[in-house]
């Protein structure tokens, strides 16, 4: 009887010291037994979203009618979640006493925030949303940016966008470089996209025989588009260099080579140098031309010899110690 008397002693004296007000916002007493309902408010929201996340994914998954693409998919969850953050955090503000009608309290709130240095945060968060909703980007493109980052689009987060690169080197680039700078999208809306692989060839090959070697060569790698009418892959003769004829293979690859582009670009450049073995036609290497003028040049050795050397100029000799 008596342990039961402490119990309740202490667990009484426990709650009263929990709920003893730190300060009043409002006509709400703020003290840590709040503090803890918040914090279980904000948990339970983002527990909530995650788990709308992952059921979505998975009806998505196990739909056999694909009524929306896995971008859209992806899109439309991450939209969630975020509606579900703000809801809880206003849910969590509301049971602090803070007043939500009072749009210009929270206006001055958020205003306060940006010239405090959110300015980015918030930036990056709107620019995230403008990616989600316009679909400019997608999980999966292979894109370009201005900054010289290229890779594949693995995650559109809040503030970042993860860009992984063929290295699988995982690179984070801020969600406003995607809507204030170049981006080039590779795989946009085509699965297919034309590359150029330039080659040079000796003079006095057979233009003929160099464009069906290299055509061979295409053959040769999978995942070129050799048969869909204005997709062909062709061979241009685009300059006459100065010790080489140079071409230009021109030709269209499915999604997996684009996105690959130096992997793609050696695997051609390796077949079209064993077509054109097996044709006859040389590799020219780089050639110079060098002149000399008749005469003589005395060397001076040292000690009293001297070396005369045929083939250059007179002009050329000067005058040696006596």
């Keep these: 009887m008596q342990l039961d008397e402490f119990t309740d002693n202490l667990l009484e004296t426990l709650w009263r010291w929990a709920t003893t007000p730190w300060l009043q916002i409002g006509?709400?007493?703020?003290?840590?037994?709040?503090?803890?309902?918040?914090?279980?408010?904000?948990f339970f929201a983002w527990w909530l979203s995650s788990l709308?996340?992952?059921?979505?994914?998975?009806?998505?998954?196990?739909?056999?009618?694909?009524?929306?693409?896995?971008?859209?998919?992806?899109?439309?969850?991450r939209i969630i979640r975020y509606a579900v953050w703000i809801i809880g955090t206003?849910?969590?503000l509301r049971y602090l006493g803070l007043d939500l009608t009072n749009i210009a309290l929270v206006g001055g709130a958020i205003g306060v925030g940006i010239g405090l240095g959110l300015q980015n945060i918030f930036s990056n968060f709107i620019s995230g949303l403008i990616l989600l909703l316009e679909?400019?980007?997608?999980?999966?493109?292979?894109?370009?940016?201005?900054?010289?980052?290229?890779g594949r689009v693995t995650e559109i987060g809040m503030r970042y966008t993860?860009?992984?690169?063929?290295?699988?080197?995982d690179i984070i680039v801020p969600n406003s470089e995607f809507v204030n700078g170049r981006?080039?999208?590779?795989?946009?809306?085509?699965?297919?996209?034309?590359?150029?692989?330039?080659?040079?060839?000796?003079?006095?090959?057979?233009?003929?025989r160099v464009k069906a070697a290299v055509l061979e060569a295409v053959a040769a790698v999978p995942g070129c588009i050799t048969s869909v009418p204005g997709r062909q892959p062709d061979v241009w003769l685009t300059r006459f260099g100065d010790s080489s004829l140079d071409f230009e293979l021109v030709v269209w690859v499915e999604h997996?080579?684009?996105?690959?582009?130096?992997?793609?670009?050696?695997?051609?450049?390796?077949?079209?140098?064993?077509?054109?073995?097996?044709?006859?036609?040389?590799?020219?290497?780089?050639?110079?031309?060098?002149?000399?003028?008749?005469?003589?040049?005395?060397v001076d050795l040292g000690e009293g010899q001297r070396l005369?050397?045929?083939?250059?100029?007179?002009?050329?000799?000067?005058?040696?110690p006596a």
Excluded: C
């Design 308 to 320: 005369h050397v045929a083939g250059a100029s007179p002009r050329d000799e000067e005058p040696g």
């Design 183 to 208: 981006v080039t999208n590779w795989s946009y809306d085509e699965k297919y996209r034309r590359i150029h692989v330039p080659f040079g060839v000796a003079y006095g090959s057979d233009k003929h």
């Design 52 to 77: 709308l996340e992952r059921g979505l994914h998975n009806v998505a998954a196990r739909g056999k009618g694909r009524a929306m693409s896995s971008s859209g998919i992806y899109a439309l969850t």
């Design 90 to 92: 206003l849910v969590g």
């Design 135 to 150: 679909k400019t980007l997608k999980v999966g493109d292979f894109v370009d940016l201005q900054s010289g980052v290229m």
């Design 27 to 42: 006509e709400t007493d703020l003290h840590l037994a709040r503090l803890i309902g918040l914090g279980l408010i904000l």
């Design 256 to 298: 997996d080579l684009m996105i690959s582009p130096g992997a793609t670009h050696a695997r051609f450049m390796w077949a079209i140098d064993d077509q054109l073995r097996q044709a006859g036609v040389e590799i020219p290497f780089p050639q110079r031309d060098l002149h000399l003028r008749s005469g003589s040049l005395r």
């Design 162 to 169: 993860r860009i992984t690169t063929n290295d699988l080197v």
